[in-house]
């Protein structure tokens, strides 16, 4: 069996972001303060990385698949907390899959 790389796999398909109105945005600096993190091990596109030397969580919109599960895990995300916001993108952008 081949293992790929997440960015290899992504690349399977086609991504039509949209870097001024950002589907999904969240507050790094607040997240410093969530006790769960959960967005890191839920998120089956590794878009939420936890840098655990410098204690920094980056995300990167670019290639979410759009599945909601950050949204189910994140009570900050589901509740539109300020600094949070979680929404399908605009008609036409965002992932189109090729494969799968
Ligand atoms: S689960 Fe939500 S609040 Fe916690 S680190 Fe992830 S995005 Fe931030
Ligand atoms: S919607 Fe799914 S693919 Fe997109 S960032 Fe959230 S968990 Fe990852």
């Given at each position: 069996m081949i293992h790929m790389k997440m960015d290899n796999c992504l690349a399977q398909n086609k991504f039509n972001s949209d870097d001024q109105h950002p589907h999904i945005v969240i507050d790094p600096e607040q997240c410093l303060?969530?006790?769960?993190?959960a967005c890191t091990r839920c998120c089956p596109a590794e878009r939420y990385q936890w840098d655990e030397e410098n204690q920094k969580l980056t995300f990167d919109?670019?290639?979410?698949?759009?599945?909601g599960n950050c949204r189910l895990v994140c009570e900050r995300l589901n509740q539109s907390l300020p600094g949070y916001s979680w929404n399908y993108p605009e008609q036409g952008k965002g992932v189109v899959f090729r494969e799968g």
């Amino acid at each position: 069996m081949i293992h790929m790389k997440m960015d290899n796999c992504l690349a399977q398909n086609k991504f039509n972001s949209d870097d001024q109105h950002p589907h999904i945005v969240i507050d790094p600096e607040q997240c410093l303060t969530c006790g769960h993190k959960a967005c890191t091990r839920c998120c089956p596109a590794e878009r939420y990385q936890w840098d655990e030397e410098n204690q920094k969580l980056t995300f990167d919109h670019v290639g979410c698949l759009e599945c909601g599960n950050c949204r189910l895990v994140c009570e900050r995300l589901n509740q539109s907390l300020p600094g949070y916001s979680w929404n399908y993108p605009e008609q036409g952008k965002g992932v189109v899959f090729r494969e799968g």
